[in-house]
């Protein structure tokens, strides 16, 4: 957790102070499920901002539609793409300032804004904000989380259910296991991870 947050607060004061991105203003990510996703979610809401996660796998339209229809300021990606807007690689940075950084956040602050894959015509994105989040993981009356718990984070950050499985886990000091999209899909891999990851909270 500490070395999350210190990588956290690297990209945000990054974002902030090299990139001038102010408080509320809304961040596309285009990252591939890996640590560095996490870690671009986080640095997003540590500097007061809202995540917008985009599709690898979404037509070029799609993407440039959703970054312009949530007025993205910025964009964080993992590898270049052929859009008009301003880019940060998460991989092109050297690492500075790790301090904690402060905003001026609420409970009813945009943490997210989710486009669903299935819309036809335009899609429409739905805001959630932080209370959203707490209630959903946070002494919920339909699942109790422990910090042993180990969650494996198996859907795409576009789809609300990533919501439980990155909250679930970092807001209840438990373990964050991130599985890629090509092996999600092996039964034999997905099945041998489980076992040998001790794995106790998915959901499918």
Not at 74 to 95: A, G, P, Q, T
Request: aromatic share 8%; with cysteine; hydrophobic share 40%.
């Amino acid at each position: 957790y500490k070395e999350l947050n210190e990588k956290a607060n690297s990209l945000a004061h990054y974002l902030k102070e090299e990139k001038g991105i102010k408080e509320g203003e809304f961040i596309g990510i285009l990252v591939d499920k890996s640590f560095e996703l996490i870690i671009s979610i986080i640095a997003v809401l540590k500097i007061g901002c809202c995540y917008v996660p985009l599709e690898k796998t979404h037509l070029l339209e799609r993407k440039k539609f959703v970054l312009n229809n949530s007025n993205a300021k910025l964009l964080i990606l993992d590898e270049d793409v052929d859009i008009e807007i301003e880019k940060v690689n998460i991989y092109d940075r050297v690492e500075k300032n790790i301090n904690n950084i402060k905003n001026n956040s609420t409970a009813d602050s945009p943490n997210c804004v989710l486009y669903p894959s299935g819309t036809t015509g335009e899609p429409k994105g739905a805001v959630i904000i932080d209370r959203n989040i707490v209630k959903l993981v946070r002494d919920a009356d339909y699942i109790t989380f422990e910090e042993t718990d180990k969650i494996l984070q198996a859907a795409s950050t576009s789809f609300d259910v990533s919501l439980f499985e990155i909250w679930g886990a970092l807001l209840n000091g438990g373990s964050l296991h991130i599985i890629k999209k090509e092996n999600l899909i092996m039964p034999q891999y997905l099945a041998n991870y489980l076992v040998n990851s001790k794995i106790t909270v998915l959901w499918i």
